[in-house]
């Protein structure tokens, strides 16, 4: 009989490489772990670990067990919130990843709402950007994973095992400082991003980066980006200060305070599809299903104020 305790040892040991490691990660000691180790070889008959000078290396049989194991504990959760919720034993937990232009727009709204509608559920925010948020829900290191992709890029088929729920459409605006000739174009028409080919560039995130890049290719120009920060602030700030252009979604913009920059409507238009990932076992968890509806709710509403 395989155990969901031993199962998570297994997963510390393979992630951090050696028994101490994977005990100061679960909160045990080294010998603990050791034990845990021997057990769950025991019940399935064969070595799963052999050590490699101070670290740990997974067998064949190891690897196919850690390969099965986020699925299996993520099941194991999702089964124990449901009960748990059914039988009023406890309060439901949801543990949250968003990416930065999303924790500071979408996510206050929903769980300030999610607190209002269920006080008794408790939700555990982390930041991470796709595909790194979509790989901690796959592992099972998380319920709920708020993430983009651009229309009509490559793997669109890639959150095809994933419960997905659309909240809503970000498009991209380019950034120019306030004494710029396109400036004055602000809310009044569009710019061919060609208009900006000879300009300095300013680029945010890795992902969007490549976007801007591949933006700007199918325009005939390959961008000279002088500084590339994931930070949005920095990107607006750099603008405001005249030191180049930018391009970010609309989101982003939204989580910060403009000074000094303009907002100029693109052609071609571009826009990221953003979305609420979740497993199908956690899926029918009330406190992850609640947690959806408040996100697509805040969604709703950002949309509703462009």
Do not use: N
């Not at 999610?114 to 006080?119: I, K, S, V």
């Not at 560039?201 to 290719?217: D, M, T, Y």
């Not at 005249?242 to 052609?267: D, K, M």
């Amino acid at each position: 009989m395989i155990e969901a305790r031993h199962l998570r040892v297994l997963r510390a040991v393979a992630s951090t490489g050696s028994f101490s490691a994977a005990g100061r990660e679960l909160g045990c000691t080294q010998p603990a772990v050791s034990q845990q180790m021997k057990a769950l070889e025991s019940s399935v008959g064969t070595p799963l670990l052999v050590r490699t000078g101070r670290e740990m290396r997974l067998t064949q049989a190891g690897e196919a067990l850690v390969r099965h194991a986020a699925g299996i504990i993520a099941g194991l959760t999702a089964a124990e919130e449901e009960v748990a919720a059914i039988a009023g034993l406890r309060a439901g937990r949801v543990r949250l990843v968003s990416f930065p232009s999303g924790s500071s727009t979408l996510v206050p709204t929903a769980l300030a709402a999610l607190r209002a509608a269920h006080p008794g559920t408790r939700v555990f925010l982390e930041e991470a950007e796709p595909p790194k948020s979509v790989e901690l829900l796959r592992e099972g290191d998380c319920d709920v994973a708020l993430a983009f992709r651009y229309e009509g890029a490559a793997g669109a088929e890639e959150w095809d095992d994933l419960v997905v729920r659309p909240l809503l459409t970000d498009r991209l605006v380019a950034l120019v400082p306030e004494g710029h000739r396109l400036a004055r174009t602000e809310g009044v028409g569009s710019v061919a991003i060609g208009e900006l080919a000879r300009e300095s560039w300013i680029a945010g995130c890795p992902r969007c980066r490549g976007q801007l890049v591949e933006v700007c290719e199918g325009a005939g120009f390959t961008p000279r980006i002088d500084f590339a920060t994931d930070d949005y602030p920095a990107v607006v700030g750099l603008v405001g200060a005249g030191l180049g252009v930018a391009v970010l979604p609309q989101l982003a913009v939204e989580s910060v305070r403009p000074r000094g920059v303009r907002t100029v409507t693109l052609e071609p238009v571009v826009r990221r599809e953003i979305v609420a990932l979740t497993l199908p076992d956690l899926a029918q968890v009330p406190a992850v299903t609640a947690t959806l509806d408040q996100l697509a709710r805040a969604g709703a509403r950002q949309s509703a104020t462009r």
